[in-house]
């Protein structure tokens, strides 16, 4: 079973940056689509956005031309750089893995906070 494992939360102002990493106990390209989510207090798990094995990339609109998916294959690690932050982006945010269909392997999650 591949694990994963995120870094790179904290505290940040508004109008900042993050870099989260994701990096996988296993390779990545056994998966068909590895992804990020986040869950904000009180609200549903909401997908950020993914990338497929083929490389293509896909973002949720609330975080479009800000947030970007990228990936090293070579170090098995997923990042998401995240840009111009505001405080309804303040959440726990998980890398999450399917070779399906399935969201099946996750992360524990890492928190961000905006500060205004």
């Known amino acids: 079973q591949v694990q994963l494992v995120e870094s790179g939360g904290g505290l940040v102002q508004a109008g900042g940056s993050l870099r989260l990493s994701c990096v996988a106990s296993?390779?990545?390209?056994?998966?068909?689509?590895m992804g990020w989510y986040r869950q904000a207090p009180g609200k549903q798990r909401e997908l950020v956005g993914d990338?497929?094995?083929?490389?293509?990339?896909n973002n949720a609109y609330s975080v479009k031309g800000r947030f970007a998916i990228s990936r090293d294959i070579a170090k098995n690690t997923v990042f998401l750089q995240m840009n111009d932050l505001n405080p309804d982006d303040t959440a726990v945010y998980y890398c999450?893995?399917?070779?399906?269909?399935?969201?099946?392997?996750w992360g524990q999650g890492t928190q961000v906070t905006v500060s205004s």
């Open positions: 999450a893995a399917r070779r399906l269909s399935t969201w099946d392997t």
């Open positions: 990338i497929s094995t083929g490389g293509v990339t």
């Open positions: 296993g390779s990545i390209s056994s998966f068909n689509t």
